[in-house]
């Protein structure tokens, strides 16, 4: 069955420091995967999706992540952390044998002005 | 477009009394899922539509809880004779022609005392 880790239970930057949020995945075939964004009592804002084709994708809010086979991670970047960006974040994938997402534990960051 | 809602935003119920949920997905969005959110985990899935059929079902999903869809576009969620342990954000998203990238509603935290 598939399944998503996110090693990273909390994490805490500076504003204005990079940031990489790590994902792994395990799916025999390449998945779709996502990255989800959720401020406090929130829903969950899709952030970036990876399909097919570029192995780095971009997404809103300055995020980018990079799908690597090898590695099966799907980890999230960005350049420079800003005070809004605290939130918890989910790596997510899709297997359409079962029709759902399949979520990760989540990353908590806060950001530290 | 106003995005998927959900209804009510938060709910105190005692032990034993029944709860139903609503949601309303984004307008024409066929396929509609609900979602589980416990503390500290990512959203678990529970059960999914498209249109009004009820296609796939959770194994969390028990014998109290119950969903509808009855005219393919809002959706219920009940749950009978709450337990401490159904304190959650049930969670719902809508997605139209591509079931991977769904949208997500605010949640409904409910909490049994």
């Known amino acids: 069955a598939q399944s998503v880790t996110q090693p990273d239970i909390h994490i805490t930057v500076s504003e204005g420091a990079s940031l990489e949020l790590r994902c792994n995945y395990s799916?025999?075939?390449?998945?779709?995967l996502f990255w989800y964004v959720q401020s406090p009592g929130q829903g969950l804002q899709l952030l970036l999706k990876?399909?097919?084709?570029?192995?780095l994708v971009q997404g809103i809010k300055g995020f980018e992540a990079e799908f690597k086979r090898s590695q099966s991670s799907f980890n999230l970047r960005k350049p420079s952390v800003h005070w809004s960006d605290a939130a918890e974040y989910f790596c997510?994938?899709?297997?359409?044998?079962?029709?759902?997402?399949?979520f990760g534990t989540g990353t908590r960051l806060q950001v530290t002005l | 477009d106003t995005g998927v809602s959900q209804d009510p935003r938060h709910k105190i119920t005692k032990r034993g009394q029944n709860v139903t949920f609503r949601c309303d997905p984004i307008?024409?969005?066929?396929?509609l899922y609900w979602y589980r959110q416990t503390l500290g985990q990512g959203p678990e899935f529970l059960t999914y539509?498209?249109?009004?059929?009820?296609?796939?079902k959770s194994r969390l999903l028990s014998d109290r809880f119950s969903a509808e869809r009855p005219k393919g576009s809002f959706s219920t969620l009940e749950i009978q004779r709450t337990e401490q342990g159904d304190s959650a954000m049930y969670l719902c998203?809508?997605?139209?022609?591509?079931?991977?990238?769904?949208?997500f509603g605010p949640g409904t935290r409910l909490t049994v005392t």
């Open positions: 998203a809508s997605t139209s022609g591509s079931p991977y990238e769904q949208y």
């Open positions: 307008s024409e969005h066929n396929r």
């Open positions: 997510a994938v899709y297997t359409g044998t079962a029709s759902k997402l399949t």
């Open positions: 799916y025999g075939a390449t998945p779709y």
């Open positions: 990876y399909f097919s084709g570029d192995t």
């Open positions: 539509f498209q249109n009004e059929a009820q296609l796939e």
